[in-house]
Structure formats: structure tokens, C-alpha cells
Nanobody, 124 residues
Framework: QVQLVESGGGLVQAGGSLRLSCVAS????????MGWFRQAPGKEREFVAS????????RYADSVKGRFTISRDNAKNTVYLQMNRLKPEDTAVYYC?????????????????WGRGTQVTVSS
């Protein structure tokens, strides 16, 4: 029943910005905690950021802290990832994920639903 669709990826120069969006199906979107993960070829999926259902208790990976901002618009069933000052090491497929919990999760196995991903490529 729950579907997540990411968009907003693309090619950007180092130092540039992108805004990823994830649109979720389901009338209970506001009940889900949402997260962003990324995965580069040959590497495991890496936690990026998360936001709980009540908009509080945001969490960021150390590698993106201060550069990325996660937010959500429950009226639009959408979670966003604003990515600023992008670096080449940010290059990856970015995945939106969700779980029905009020606590922060930072590992992939803790999430129940996943989008197909959107490619972000940062050139130097």
C-alpha cells in the first residue's frame, strides 16, 4: 500500500545544491518517520538523515551535518532533503525510506518501506 517516489536528483558541480523530494502514498503519512539513505556502487547503503512523525528529533549523518536539511510537509505527503555545498563524495543513489515509529532509526534494516532511488552526481 505504501509507495515512496523520489525525485530531484541530477548532476551538479561541487559546491552546488539540490533538493530531493519523496512523495509518499497513504493517508497516514504523518504517522511515519522518514529517512534518507544513499548508496554508491560497491558500497553499503548509508544513513543520511531522518525526521520523526512530529517533525522533531531530526538526525543527520556526520558527513552531511550542516550541509543537508531534512524536512517534511505532511499536507503534501512529502519529505525533502535540501542538499547544499555538495561534495563529490555525496555522489550516490539517494533513497527515501519510512517506518511507523516515533523514534529515530539510522540503519536500513529498521525501515519498512523504500523508494526506488534518485541519482545524485557531484562533479569536481
Amino acid at each position: 500500500q505504501v509507495q515512496l517516489v523520489e525525485s530531484g536528483g541530477g548532476l551538479v558541480q561541487a559546491g552546488g545544491s539540490l533538493r530531493l523530494s519523496c512523495v509518499a502514498s497513504g493517508r497516514t503519512f504523518s504517522s511515519y518517520s522518514m529517512g534518507w539513505f544513499r548508496q554508491a556502487p560497491g558500497k553499503e547503503r548509508e544513513f543520511v538523515a531522518s525526521i520523526v512523525w512530529n517533525f522533531r528529533n531530526l538526525r543527520y549523518a556526520d558527513s552531511v551535518k550542516g550541509r543537508f536539511t531534512i524536512s517534511r510537509d505532511n499536507a503534501k505527503n512529502t519529505v525533502y532533503l535540501q542538499m547544499n555545498r555538495l561534495k563529490p563524495e555525496d555522489t550516490a543513489v539517494y533513497y527515501c525510506a519510512a517506518h511507523l515509529s516515533s523514534v529515530v532509526h539510522t540503519t536500513a534494516p529498521e525501515y519498512d518501506y523504500w523508494g526506488r532511488g534518485t541519482q545524485v552526481t557531484v562533479s569536481s
